[in-house]
């Protein structure tokens, strides 16, 4: 069968209604109900069929049923090339492809300085990191370090979160009540713009040292890691706080974001195992922000700290944050300018107001249809088909991954929560490698900077799905918050914390091994 599930009022699918959306064909539907019956045998509940088809595989000789199909239905099949991370939901309808398309016309905008005579694109800045989305995003993949120092590069896809511990009881309060996630730098704010308008100084440069150390692995092989030293130059508003924090950030990639915000909050949570009572050693905590709009804390799912709830959230702090453009998520025409930048707050800005070319207008630089448009983007990038999910060396990657620990917080499936409104995201059966928590990674990968519920040890642990295309759509194979790692590898063996154990065994394990964790890792 290729039917799908009904939805329940519980906001559950129930199990053999044969409910199927007439605008897609029934092929292009993967039921989780018919995935269950193949892998368990006979139906259950619509509960424990959920739970038997996400249990961890123990079957390495061949791939699990659908597994190559890592976004469900919504899983792009086309050709693997640069623009591998490009592509719309496979079962988006068509009514909706208009949308995708302009909304990726408004990801990729450049937008102007105000006032300009394009009155719809003007209001970058007046401080800001680059001029479009797709800037940072470049193909809607994964940022990078600048290969050189500014002038000889510039880090258009990374840049240092800035902050400072609370000076106050009201900013105590404010983060005890998760009404913000850090205290603001009080003259450069919450990030750190390398870019302003004509007229105002940029806040000044990144600029990063790197130290190689060796790490020996069990077969002899000896592995260079580069560990990253911080500062910033070229200071134009005086000196950082004393007690200012820093945390690099890369870009992330933008593929699978609607389908991670459709995990239902409670499988989630059930993940969770803050005081460690199975004593195994992971101890995922759930991250919890504020949601602007919802007005009360909200469970966190985005970003390296997972600061935002919401694709829409998370869009709207990019538009104001990295290119100054006011939104109806935040509403301040100067983006993250602070009080102490007089002429930043006073410059020109791009609100504009409805008239006969501009009847949508609402006062906002990117309108509520900009923002609209450009989220569902974001929320319908699929994530691209596996390859090589039968290969034999992938598979015994496979198993190494699960016996090495690295599944228990790159936990391989979900399925999706059911919402009428949003039909290609519903009841998926998706494979994102992430438990969406925080773990505390150690030493090495710590930034010391606390951001909501999330210590300055922890990091949500990143989804997988798309990393083995990461050199394919991006140009390098950069990896962690402030890609430090130059490959996988790297990666794996800066994992700390709560990680170690499971970093261990990858080092040492014979070579035979190692290279097919890697292969697998890179047919996701």
């Known amino acids: 069968?290729?039917?799908?599930?009904?939805?329940?009022?519980?906001?559950?699918?129930?199990?053999?209604?044969?409910?199927?959306?007439?605008?897609?064909?029934?092929?292009?539907?993967?039921?989780?109900?018919?995935?269950?019956?193949?892998?368990?045998?006979?139906?259950?509940?619509?509960?424990?069929?959920?739970?038997?088809?996400?249990?961890?595989?123990?079957?390495?000789?061949?791939?699990?049923?659908?597994?190559?199909?890592?976004?469900?239905?919504?899983t792009s099949q086309k050709a693997v090339n640069a623009d591998a991370f490009s592509h719309a939901s496979a079962n988006l309808p068509f009514s909706r492809e208009l949308d995708f398309k302009v909304g990726n016309g408004f990801f990729r905008r450049l937008w102007v300085s105000a006032p300009a005579s394009t009155r719809s694109a003007d209001g970058l800045g007046p401080l800001f990191n680059a001029r479009s989305c797709q800037r940072c995003h470049l193909k809607d993949g994964r940022g990078h370090p600048p290969q050189a120092n500014w002038p000889d590069d510039s880090a258009v896809s990374m840049f240092l979160r800035l902050s400072i511990p609370p000076q106050s009881d009201a900013q105590k309060r404010l983060l005890a009540e998760l009404r913000a996630p850090v205290i603001a730098e009080p003259t450069y704010g919450t990030q750190l713009q390398d870019f302003a308008v004509q007229g105002i100084d940029p806040e000044g440069r990144m600029h990063i040292t790197y130290t190689e150390q060796p790490v020996t692995l069990g077969d002899g092989t000896v592995v260079s890691l580069r560990r990253p030293a911080y500062t910033v130059t070229d200071l134009a508003y005086g000196l950082l706080h004393p007690q200012a924090m820093m945390s690099p950030r890369v870009a992330t990639p933008m593929i699978g974001l609607g389908l991670l915000e459709m995990i239902d909050e409670a499988d989630i949570v059930q993940g969770a195992d803050p005081d460690d009572a199975d004593g195994d050693g992971i101890s995922g905590r759930v991250q919890r922000?504020?949601?602007?709009?919802?007005?009360?804390?909200?469970?966190?799912?985005?970003?390296?700290?997972?600061?935002?709830?919401?694709?829409?959230?998370?869009?709207?702090?990019?538009?104001?944050?990295?290119?100054?453009?006011?939104?109806?998520?935040?509403?301040?025409?100067w983006g993250d300018c602070t009080p102490a930048q007089t002429a930043c707050r006073n410059a020109p800005d791009g609100g504009t107001t409805p008239d006969a070319d501009n009847p949508t207008a609402d006062g906002m630089e990117a309108s509520e249809k900009i923002l609209a448009l450009v989220t569902f983007y974001a929320r319908n990038l699929a994530v691209p088909k596996r390859r090589d999910v039968d290969a034999p060396q992938v598979l015994a990657g496979k198993k190494v991954f699960y016996d090495s620990g690295c599944a228990a917080c790159h936990r391989p499936k979900f399925v999706t929560r059911t919402d009428p409104a949003r039909p290609e995201h519903s009841h998926q059966l998706i494979w994102p490698y992430t438990d969406m928590l925080l773990h505390d990674m150690g030493p090495g990968l710590a930034?010391?900077?606390?951001?909501?519920?999330?210590?300055?040890?922890?990091?949500?642990?990143a989804p997988l799905w798309g990393i083995g295309l990461t050199k394919v759509v991006s140009g390098h194979t950069f990896f962690l918050h402030d890609g430090r790692a130059r490959d996988l590898l790297e990666a794996i063996l800066w994992h700390g914390g709560e990680a170690e154990a499971a970093k261990e065994t990858v080092r040492n394990l014979p070579k035979k091994e190692r290279e097919a964790l890697l292969a697998f890792l890179n047919s996701l």
Not at 52 to 61: I, L, W
Not at 447 to 461: F, I, Q, S, V, Y
């Open 1 to 74: 069968t290729a039917a799908c599930s009904a939805p329940a009022t519980d906001g559950h699918p129930q199990p053999d209604q044969g409910y199927l959306p007439k605008m897609f064909p029934a092929a292009r539907w993967t039921s989780v109900a018919a995935m269950v019956v193949l892998a368990a045998g006979a139906p259950a509940a619509s509960g424990e069929r959920e739970r038997a088809v996400v249990k961890p595989a123990t079957d390495f000789t061949r791939a699990e049923t659908y597994e190559a199909m890592q976004g469900g239905a919504a």
């Open 289 to 333: 922000v504020w949601d602007r709009e919802a007005g009360k804390p909200a469970l966190g799912r985005f970003g390296w700290k997972a600061g935002d709830p919401t694709v829409r959230q998370q869009s709207g702090h990019a538009f104001a944050a990295d290119i100054g453009i006011s939104n109806p998520v935040v509403r301040a025409h």
């Open 447 to 461: 930034d010391n900077r606390p951001e909501g519920l999330a210590d300055g040890r922890e990091w949500r642990t």
